[in-house]
Structure formats: C-alpha cells, structure tokens
C-alpha cells in the first residue's frame, strides 16, 4: 500500500482532457513537500512530467499541468493524444518516514 | 547532455550479493544528488535510496537499512548500489536517478535488470 493514492487505470478519448489525482496526507503533500510526476512506458526510463507541484521541464508539451491543494494533487493532460498512453507516478517527500516516496501509479488508456 | 548509463542485466542466486553501477555525464557530479528506484514485475516504482553528492551522505528506505549501501566515485563520476542477502522479490529492474526528494529526479538511467533465482 502506498503513501501516495493514486487511481491504478483512468482513460479517455483522443482530444479529451483526464486528471489523474495524488492523494497524501499532513506529513508529506499535506505539509508543503513539493509533488513531482513521471511518465513510464514499460521497458523505458521514466521521465520527469511535472516538478515543483506545477512546473514543467523544457521539453514538455504545455498540454501536460500540475496542481496541488491541500493533501492532494492532480496531473491534468489535454488534448488528450495515443502517445500519451502510459503509466503515471506522483512523487513527493513524507517527514515521518523520512523517505521519498512514490503513489502506486495510473495506467492511462487513450480509447 | 545529461546521461546515466548504467552496468548490464544481472542473474543472482537468493543470498548473494549483486552491485549495479552508473556512470554519469553532462553535468558537475558533485553539485547534484543521486538516489536509486526499483521497479519489481507488475508493481509501481520503489524508492530505494539517496546519497548525497556533495558530502557522500545517505538514507535509505527503511525495508532496506542493512542491505543496500550507495557509494560514488568522483574521480569515474560513478555511483554504485550494492544490494546482499538477494531473495526473489528484490527481482526488478534498478534504475539510478539524477536529483532528491524535494528536487525530483530530472534524469534517469536506462534500468538494469536484476534477477534472483535459485
């Protein structure tokens, strides 16, 4: 069981706009830790989507955002496309564990 | 250009030792933290591990503490997972990662596989 909730399987249509949630609790989102997301197609390395809640790295198309409120936060894509098809981690820090930690991941089905 | 280019697939038997290796470059090796992240079959990322590459500090996922040890050699800008005692269910492929937890982790090794079977 994770530290991180995440939804295992969220999917839409090309064109669609999906969210994929990240919920944590007081000692790691909830407490200001920043939330960072990767992208992971099997048999690759996983990149870096979104880091610092909501910045995105040079290279990442501006479909792909980041929020965070509370003791959660959300990856949203539009313009939903196949390529996209992958699986999704949040990743942040938690104080009482002293660790990084990851959510279990979402697999995204473009339909 | 930031690489991380890690060492070749690995075959172990439950109880031996196993060390994977990266070796970085495009960047300044001690100015950037280094952690480690597994993946088992059919399961999400683990975070194994950090060290420091400033001072060689670390900390380590507490299912691992007395199991894994992170080293890097300055001199070869390469960091070094050493992982004993294998069972079965440390079977995954090992990736080294570029940055910390607060930083995320910006650049990523190509992954080594590590199987352990009797």
Redesign the interface.
């Known amino acids: 069981q994770?530290v991180l909730t995440q939804p295992p399987l969220v999917s839409g249509a090309p064109g669609q706009r999906v969210t994929i949630s990240c919920t944590g609790s007081s000692s790691n989102v909830g407490a200001g830790?920043?939330v960072?997301w990767?992208q992971?197609l099997p048999g690759?390395?996983?990149?870096?989507l979104i880091?610092?809640d909501s910045n995105r790295?040079s290279g990442v198309p501006d479909r792909f955002s980041g929020s965070k409120s509370g003791t959660s936060a959300s990856l949203a894509i539009t313009g939903l496309q196949a390529e996209d098809e992958s699986d999704y981690?949040c990743?942040?820090?938690d104080s009482s564990?002293?660790?990084?930690?990851?959510?279990?991941?979402t697999k995204l089905t473009v339909l | 250009q930031v690489q991380m280019v890690q060492s070749g697939p690995e075959v172990k038997k439950p109880g031996a030792s196993v060390r994977v290796s990266c070796k970085a470059s495009g960047y300044t090796f001690n100015t950037y933290d280094i952690?480690w992240?597994r993946q088992a079959p059919g399961q999400?990322?683990?975070?194994m591990g950090?060290i420091s590459g400033r001072n060689g500090n670390t900390?380590y996922?507490?299912k691992l503490q007395g199991r894994v040890t992170l080293t890097t050699d300055t001199s070869t800008t390469t960091a070094y997972m050493d992982l004993r005692s294998l069972r079965s269910d440390d079977t995954a492929v090992y990736?080294c990662?570029r940055g910390?937890?607060?930083?995320?982790?910006?650049a990523?090794?190509?992954?080594t596989l590590v199987i352990v079977s009797s």
């Open positions: 994770s830790y920043d960072h990767y992971h690759s390395a996983p990149k870096l880091y610092g790295p981690y990743q942040s820090y564990l002293g660790a990084s930690v990851f959510g279990g991941g | 952690s992240v999400g990322l683990e975070w950090w900390n996922a507490q990736y990662a910390g937890a607060s930083t995320g982790y910006d990523w090794g190509q992954g």
